[in-house]
């Protein structure tokens, strides 16, 4: 069965250190990872995709295909990176979505 | 663009009843809907896939006759929580896409409240 598991449910920085949410997965095939974001009193939004590749917000995620890993990182943390933080696996296309239990993201002045 | 909404934002019944979610994409036609329930400080669990016209898919583990969806338009699909009991209390979330390979967009989220 597909798993996404994020072991952390609390990261607590402080403003310019460098954050890694941990994601990993379980999955035979060949999987779509996605990173979703929910501001607080805000809806779930996606943040990014492996498959474009692209940096949003500062933030990028490698596909690690021999760890089954797809961490989230940014070289430097802003106040208002503070947020929950989900890794969530499809399996085909943008169907099915199977999310993580979600990080917290706390950055301190 | 790309904007769902869903009403009402939040609602408290009494045990026993029916409470009916509204989930609308304003500005494009969704051709499938998601409804997916949150427990507190826990993720999202995907209740059920709903495509324009045709009968939900369920997960395992979910009741069809619990949770009654309809998708009768391409931008609207409700959930109705029939009978409701206390452990039916969550926050219930729903998101649209317009094809199988676009992302999905997310409503706000519905608090429901079973007494």
């Known amino acids: 069965a597909q798993r996404v598991t994020q072991p952390e449910k609390l990261l607590s920085v402080f403003k310019g250190a460098p954050v890694e949410l941990k994601c990993n997965y379980s999955y035979s095939g060949s999987p779509e990872l996605f990173w979703y974001v929910q501001y607080s009193r805000q809806r779930l939004q996606l943040l990014l995709r492996?498959?474009s590749r692209e940096s949003i917000k500062g933030f990028t995620a490698d596909l690690n295909k021999g760890e089954t890993s797809f961490h989230l990182k940014k070289p430097f943390a802003q106040e208002e990176d503070s947020a929950m933080y989900y890794c969530a696996l499809t399996t085909g296309g943008y169907n099915k979505l199977i999310f993580g239990a979600g990080t917290r993201l706390a950055v301190h002045p | 663009g790309a904007v769902v909404s869903q009403h009402p934002s939040w609602v408290i019944c009494k045990s026993g009843t029916s409470v009916k979610i509204e989930c609308r994409s304003l500005?494009?036609?969704?051709?499938?809907m998601f409804w997916y329930r949150q427990f507190p400080k826990q993720s999202l669990m995907l209740m059920a896939t709903?495509?324009?016209?045709?009968?939900?898919?369920?997960e395992q583990g979910v009741e069809k006759d619990k949770f009654l969806i309809n998708h009768a338009s391409l931008t609207l699909s409700t959930l109705t929580v029939t009978s409701a009991h206390p452990e039916d209390s969550s926050f219930y979330i729903c998101?649209?896409?317009?094809?199988?390979?676009?992302?999905?967009?997310f409503g706000p989220g519905t608090r429901l409240t079973v007494l």
């Open positions: 500005d494009f036609q969704a051709t499938t």
């Open positions: 709903s495509n324009e016209g045709s009968k939900a898919t369920y």
């Open positions: 998101s649209a896409t317009r094809t199988a390979t676009d992302t999905q967009y």
């Open positions: 492996h498959i």
